[in-house]
């Protein structure tokens, strides 16, 4: 194969992904031959429901060099769904079909057929339950990657939380110098390697206005020599930030990233400036894993009124780097 392929987990059955994988084939031409990991039958059912037609070419997941790869038709490596599928809820009846789908993906990276893969959103609190705070640390897992980031990227600006997806009473504590060092370097890496740029980032407090009325401020305590650590040791990082601020139109201009303490503080004012403009991207693999950047959304589930463009920019950075 000329391009190496780009994996595509379909993921959650009872989700708008195959919706969205049928416009983004049919919107944009790709230069990697598309490899989509889902269930036959479900995907003769949602071709069906969405009126698109297309062939499909059924592969030996480990014999993937045997074939003359292109997109006019789907390269489809079928897992087998053990249920009947309608569209509905998505409940744990899923979990050992997204599991095989991820083992295979994970093989063909193993064999260095390809370092590209892209999974469509999955129920973290059925999937994962509680083993692991996201699909980044699960996918970390299964390569023994100890330092891993969720990078929410889009090209004029990312962020990057700390802390993902943990209840806010919990973020304070792991709050650490150690964990921040870990997080901008793999950042600091990311943009070196694939952009040649030295990134400029911000860091936003963990306290509002970066003030606290307790007498421990983490502001202060954490946050502040951490920053002139990274300084001293040449990276292009400042703050702290308060989080009301930052993402103001003359603020953001300064950065190419914004790291943020927790979860929402950096992915909720991303998402209302880009919308479906952003890919998740996880720093820290040996390879490039991309997810659309929303969930499974099964209150659209079959409404064909999904918006494709995050996956849209997922695959055409995977065809670009």
Do not use: W
Not at 90 to 98: A, G
């Amino acid at each position: 194969m000329k391009n190496k392929p780009t994996i595509i987990i379909a993921g959650e059955p009872n989700s708008i992904f195959l919706e969205i994988f049928f416009k983004s084939i049919k919107s944009k031409k790709y230069k990697n031959p598309l490899i989509l990991i889902c269930s036959l039958e479900i995907l003769k059912i949602q071709m069906k429901k969405f009126g698109f037609k297309k062939k499909i070419k059924i592969l030996d997941p480990l014999n993937i060099y045997n074939y003359d790869l292109n997109n006019s038709s789907i390269n489809l490596i079928n897992i087998k769904y053990n249920f009947n599928f309608s569209f509905s809820h998505i409940t744990n009846k899923s979990n050992d079909y997204i599991k095989r789908s991820f083992d295979i993906a994970f093989k063909i990276i193993k064999l260095g057929i390809t370092d590209k893969l892209i999974n469509g959103p999955i129920s973290k609190k059925n999937f994962l339950n509680k083993k692991f705070l996201g699909i980044t640390e699960y996918i970390a897992h299964e390569f023994s990657i100890k330092k891993s980031a969720m990078l929410i990227y889009n090209k004029n600006l990312s962020v990057c939380p700390i802390t993902t997806h943990l209840p806010l009473k919990s973020v304070s504590k792991k709050i650490n110098k150690k964990i921040i060092f870990e997080k901008i370097k793999l950042i600091d890496d990311f943009y070196k390697n694939k952009f040649r740029i030295k990134p400029k980032m911000a860091i936003l407090g963990l306290n509002p206005h970066c003030e606290s009325v307790d007498k421990y401020n983490e502001d202060e305590k954490i946050l502040r020599p951490t920053i002139k650590s990274l300084i001293k040791l040449g990276f292009n990082v400042s703050g702290p930030y308060p989080a009301d601020t930052i993402f103001l139109k003359d603020n953001r201009k300064k950065f190419n990233i914004v790291v943020g303490m927790y979860h929402d503080q950096v992915l909720t004012p991303l998402k209302t400036l880009f919308e479906y403009d952003a890919i998740n991207i996880t720093l820290g693999l040996p390879f490039t894993r991309i997810s659309p950047d929303h969930g499974p959304n099964e209150k659209m589930l079959g409404k064909n009124s999904s918006n494709p463009l995050s996956l849209i920019k997922a695959i055409t950075f995977l065809d670009k780097n």
